[in-house]
Every structure is written in structure tokens, then in C-alpha cells.
């Protein structure tokens, strides 16, 4: 009866380490994906300040020729 008790313990054992390890790799690939949105709008807003940068870069140029007819400093 022994060899029942132990054959049933190991079962439940590896039955509950199958669901923690399946617990985990869920969470290792929704950070996964949680990772690459950030990285993502990360792309983006680098893309934006450049962008906005060579806009501020040319808008002072504009104004360094007299483009605008203001006076330049």
C-alpha cells in the first residue's frame, strides 16, 4: 500500500510542477511581449524628437539669414 501512496505523491508532485513551470513561461512571453510595445513606442518617440529637432535646427537657420525679416542676434 506504501508503493501506492508514494506512486500517487510523485504524480501530484510532477502534476504541480508542470502547471508552475507552464505558469511561467505564460508570464516570461507576455513580458516578452510587453517588451517589444515599449521598445516599439520608444522607436517612435525617438523618431518624433528627431524629426522635431531638424525642424527647430532649419527654423533657426531661417532666422540666422534673415529669412523671416527679423533682426538676427
Known sequence: METGWSA???AMITALGGVIV???QRGRRENKDDHAV???ALRH???VIHRVDDKLDQHIDDHEE???GGSTK
Open 8 to 10: 500517487l505523491a510523485v
Open 66 to 68: 534673415g529669412r523671416y
Open 38 to 40: 515599449v521598445l516599439g
Open 45 to 47: 518617440a525617438v523618431d
Open 22 to 24: 507552464a505558469l511561467i
